[in-house]
């Protein structure tokens, strides 16, 4: 059988190793799990910051949008990130007001004040994809700051962007992060306590015990649970990340010393690389030849105003030139750590013959 060359590290060895930590008397999905307890604690040492584990990247910043107690305030948004930031700011009690997006579909600062001056916004919600961040200055709004994929990721000055910052940042310990568990996030910010008291959990309580819970629920709300699966899993990746993400970043130097002039995106060294980013008006046919190969390829996140849920949302027609000029040319190609040297090689020469066609 031929093997396929994924974006998407395998996490078999991960629960492989992580097996062993569990006991019989360990619940799988208590709030107080140690398991869970112990990632909390050791992110709060790594980054400095109050960390709270959550069941994903979108319920945490549902979260912080739900502890603004929104009245059909405005909530600015990029499009081009996954569509649950739009369902989270609806629930929140908010309207998505889309921005601007530069060449790498990060939000365009410029754009946010001109909404700003238009219309009552209560907080912005700029999204750190595609290995780079956004440099958010000082505004007179809420700043939460999806950084999904972002824990590890540096700035030009080396500062961290998750931990050097004041605003409220979420982290995804979804499929293709650096830190890989399936699904969970974690909120790092003030008011800990506060996000603790809204993770319901279903039968199983506070305590982590079995049985019907011993809180009150204040309000209709969503089962957000929690797993010490997902926990021991990323307590597992934390301990090789530094290495992993510098043996990705040593894989994205040699794509780009290989065909990076064939192409539009410059190289931003210090993101994380899980994938390496191509802007090319020939993606597809480069998807195709890496599939040819076995290799996959995947288009990035379309723009959110695409989905018939959030068409009618303010700003979609307004900035939409931005964001299809970006998704015409978008293209992630494998850039894992765990990419054999054998890989690498197909995968670069793969991409390198397809710009030169």
């Known amino acids: 059988m031929t093997t396929q060359i994924y974006s998407i590290g395998d996490i078999k060895k991960d629960l492989q190793n992580v097996g062993r930590l569990f006991e019989s008397s360990d619940t799988l999905g208590g709030i107080n799990s140690r398991h869970i307890k112990s990632l909390e604690e050791k992110f709060k040492n790594k980054t400095g910051r109050d960390s709270v584990f959550v069941s994903s990247c979108t319920n945490g910043i549902y979260l912080a949008l739900k502890k603004l107690n929104l009245q059909n305030e405005y909530v600015i948004m990029p499009p081009i990130t996954f569509f649950g930031i739009a369902s989270a700011i609806i629930k929140a009690g908010g309207i998505p007001l ?5 060449e790498y579909g990060l939000m365009d600062i410029e754009s946010v004040y001109e909404l700003i001056d238009q219309y009552k916004v209560r907080a912005v919600i700029p999204s750190h994809i595609n290995n780079r961040y956004v440099d958010i200055p000082k505004i007179d709004v ?25 605003n409220t940042s979420v982290i995804s310990f979804s499929y293709g992060k650096p830190l890989t568990a399936g699904e969970g996030g974690m909120i790092l910010g003030d008011d800990a306590d506060w996000y603790r008291g809204q993770r319901y959990c279903g039968l199983i309580n506070v305590d982590g015990q079995y049985g019907y819970g011993t809180f009150n629920v204040e309000e209709p709300e969503l089962k957000l649970s929690n797993t010490a699966i997902s926990a021991a899993l990323v307590m597992n990746k934390l301990r090789s990340l530094e290495e992993n993400i510098e043996r990705a970043r040593n894989i994205a130097k040699y794509y780009n010393s290989v065909f990076g002039k064939m192409q539009e995106a410059e190289l931003y ?11 090319s008006e020939q993606k ?7 599939e040819k190969n076995n290799v996959k390829s995947y288009y990035s996140h379309r723009p959110v105003y695409l989905n018939n849920a959030f068409e009618n949302f303010k700003g979609a027609i307004r900035y939409k030139a931005t964001s299809q000029n970006y998704f ?17 090689n197909l995968i670069a020469n793969t991409v390198k013959q397809a710009l030169i066609q």
């Open 142 to 166: 809420i700043v939460i700051e999806d950084a999904a994929p972002a824990f590890g990721m540096k700035r030009i000055d080396n500062s961290c962007v998750v931990s050097d910052t004041t």
């Open 269 to 279: 060294i210090n993101g994380n690389h899980q994938t390496f980013v191509i802007l």
């Open 98 to 102: 889309y921005s601007r997006v530069d």
């Open 284 to 290: 597809i046919e480069i998807s195709q030849l890496l």
């Open 328 to 344: 015409n040319k978008i293209l992630h190609i494998p850039c894992r750590s765990d990419l054999s040297d054998h890989e690498v």
